[in-house]
């Protein structure tokens, strides 16, 4: 490891940067020294304009990578070379288009649910979805974290490092009561890893989902995500109010939790629209007017 390396990796741990970002930004800022063979302190501006046109015109890459790729320069330059380059320096993020997630109906959840291989699996996207937690911390939880007489999960590592709790629903209890006397995980992990101390990786849920979203043949993408996507439509649906779900969801912004409003089938098929809700009769068709010519003859 490179000193430069060495001092990005500490100052992104100084600033609280989660460890999936940092092994991010370290991936692409490899990928930039590697491209020009050269230590990124011995690149310039235009190089890293040249740069991100190689990512969008020649790899073709997306435009949240490229993005990516821009904070981890942004910070490599800014923060542990400490570069007097202001925001006018660096290329702009590239505008990402808006997509609406992939939702899944009641029925179509139970659809997959059924399809999960084994009952430790199983459980796990049944928390993602019963407690809209996002897959990372539903493998991280602790037998310790379930509070049946308050009946919340607590999270204590959220998206940030952020600390919140969750819902438990009295059906979830009954699932994770019925996963732990059957396997009966040792250790403080409810979702034990087969190495002793650590918890199941995202990977393996993320794989699981893949083969259940085959076997199920609903015909959709689904991941663990979905789950926790469908966790907040369905919230809404119900009439729950956005501010709760932004809570339950450990949003930061309610702007995000927002974007689900846009996205409720049930809601949109429940609105009446502008010409139902008119109150004329169905109109007939009118008679042809009579062109002008001479008068009729009138009857003797």
């Known amino acids: 490891m490179t000193p430069l390396r060495q001092r990005f990796i500490e100052d992104m741990q100084l600033r609280g940067l989660a460890l999936t970002t940092q092994r991010s930004y370290v991936h692409y800022v490899a990928d930039y020294a590697k ?74 959840v139970n659809t997959f649910f059924n399809a999960v291989p084994g009952i430790k699996y199983r459980a796990v996207v049944m928390t993602c979805y019963g407690a809209g937690l996002r897959i990372s911390e539903a493998v991280a939880l602790k037998i310790a974290d379930i509070d049946s007489e308050r009946m919340v999960l607590r999270i204590e590592h959220g998206k940030g490092g952020n600390a919140r709790f969750a819902i438990l629903s009295p059906r979830l209890l009954a699932v994770l009561r019925t996963y732990f006397r059957a396997l009966r995980p040792a250790g403080d992990y409810l979702f034990p890893s087969w190495r002793p101390g650590t918890h199941l990786t995202s990977a393996c849920i993320q794989q699981a989902c893949r083969d259940a979203t085959h076997q ?32 339950l969801m450990g949003h930061s912004r309610i702007d995000t939790t927002a974007r689900y409003a846009s996205v409720t089938p049930a809601r949109l098929a429940k609105t009446t629209g502008p010409l139902d809700a008119l109150t004329t009769t169905t109109p007939t068709p009118a008679t042809a007017p009579r062109k002008p010519g001479r008068p009729r003859k009138q009857p003797q």
């Open 216 to 247: 199920s043949g609903i015909g959709k993408r689904i991941s663990p995500h979905v789950m926790r996507h469908s966790f907040a439509t369905h919230l809404l649906e119900n009439g729950e109010d956005i501010r709760v779900i932004q809570a």
């Open 35 to 108: 491209f020009y063979n050269l230590s990124p302190e011995r690149l310039d501006t235009e190089a890293l304009r040249q740069y991100v046109l190689h990512l969008l015109h020649d790899r073709r890459l997306s435009p949240d990578s490229i993005n990516t790729f821009l904070a981890s320069a942004k910070f490599l330059y800014s923060v542990t070379l400490e570069m007097p380059w202001s925001n006018e320096h660096f290329p702009k993020r590239l505008p990402v288009p808006v997509k609406n997630p992939t939702i899944l109906s009641p029925r179509e």
